[in-house]
């Protein structure tokens, strides 16, 4: 069999793949009947018949979608051919399939007359001015806000577990200078590690096309800065990802998020402006710096969070909510610390019977007594 024809065959098989109704989600697990995920059903079909009107790129028809709250995310092979659509809604990842033939990349293309230009090399894998491609780019701007993200997590939550496209980004970003990645072990068992960050010239080239100076901005971070921190750090992500789909599923949407090293860098500051006041008043000036950043002094101390999300509500409202994540050697006072703050802390846990470190980890929260 040529080469050709075998690649032709591959190609037919995951566009198979793709409309295959075996594989068929439901839209709403654990929240209600088969009449609630129809209605869910037919509500997503309607915003995405919407934004199909026109045959418009698919910039435009991302950005309809993304008003009315929905995300399109298109699974394109390492050879650039397009090869499926998932829509992101209320925290949970759909599968075009699970809606019909026309949902799919191909149905959008076909029968909706969305123009697409994904095969072609003419749309979402272009490659701009600067040498990567939007999808790369949102990439760059996902690890940045975070620092570091676990290479395993970034192939579940933006690649829809396809670590062939994921790897081919990666080692593009790298060989450009702009990811850097490492892997660190675990434990003396051989369980292991690997993250990405941006390197300073990933941090630059993002921040010159969106300076994140100005107060409210999203703040861009570079380079792995602890390792023997680095499972924790990584791990924040799991914890936004958990807290983000509370948020969606109630009708909010995401703002920004803000990492400890924000407040670090803020509040330290405005302390070491303060260290040669008497007791008293640099006490009291530590509760007006704390309460000016949404937070508590506890036992004396500002009180950080490891990872604050801020978020518009269902009403419009700005609200925010602290996280904490605690690790094995959390002592009952820190913990006392974090939930006087006002914080909800959570936990990792791996269920039994699932290996260590893999992708059946989940974020519990402590309750607090």
Do not use: C
């Amino acid at each position: 069999m040529s080469r050709l024809h075998r690649e032709h065959s591959r190609d037919d098989r995951e566009q198979r793949q793709e409309v295959d109704p075996g594989s068929r989600m439901r839209l709403s697990q654990g929240r209600g009947g088969s009449g609630d995920s129809d209605d869910e059903a037919r509500r997503l079909r309607e915003a995405i018949d919407r934004a199909a009107t026109d045959r418009p790129g698919f910039a435009e028809f991302r950005d309809r979608l993304e008003r009315e709250g929905i995300r399109a995310v298109p699974s394109v092979q390492s050879s650039g051919r397009l090869n499926g659509m998932v829509y992101e809604v209320g925290g949970q990842r759909i599968k075009g399939s699970s809606l019909g033939r026309a949902y799919t990349a191909y149905g959008l293309r076909d029968q909706k007359g969305v123009r697409l230009e994904i095969e072609r090399g003419s749309g979402f894998r272009r490659r701009g001015e600067d040498g990567i491609s939007a999808a790369q780019r949102e990439l760059l701007h996902e690890v940045g806000k975070f620092r570091t993200i676990e290479v395993a997590d970034l192939a579940r939550v933006r690649y829809d577990s396809d670590r062939g496209a994921l790897n081919q980004d990666l080692s593009h970003l790298t060989r450009m200078g702009l990811i850097e990645r490492r892997t660190v072990a675990l434990d003396s068992r051989g369980h292991t590690l690997s993250a990405v960050a941006l390197t300073r010239r990933g941090k630059a080239l993002l921040e010159r096309a969106s300076p994140a100076e100005k107060d409210g901005a999203q703040r861009i971070y570079a380079r792995i800065v602890k390792p023997k921190e680095m499972a924790h750090d990584a791990a924040l992500y799991r914890l936004y990802q958990t807290e983000a789909a509370r948020i969606e599923a109630e009708g909010g949407r995401v703002h920004r998020v803000v990492l400890d090293y924000e407040f670090k860098q803020k509040i330290y500051s405005a302390l070491a402006k303060a260290h040669n006041l008497p007791a008293f008043e640099y006490a009291r000036r530590q509760e007006e710096i704390a309460a000016a950043h949404g937070l508590k002094v506890v036992d004396g101390r500002v009180a950080l969070p490891d990872l604050r999300i801020e978020y518009e509500t269902r009403e419009g409202e700005l609200d925010k909510v602290d996280l904490e994540l605690a690790t094995p050697n959390y002592r009952a006072a820190h913990l006392n610390v974090k939930t006087a703050a006002g914080f909800k802390v959570f936990v990792e846990r791996t269920p039994a019977g699932a290996a260590a470190w893999d992708d059946h980890r989940v974020m519990t929260e402590i309750l607090s007594m």
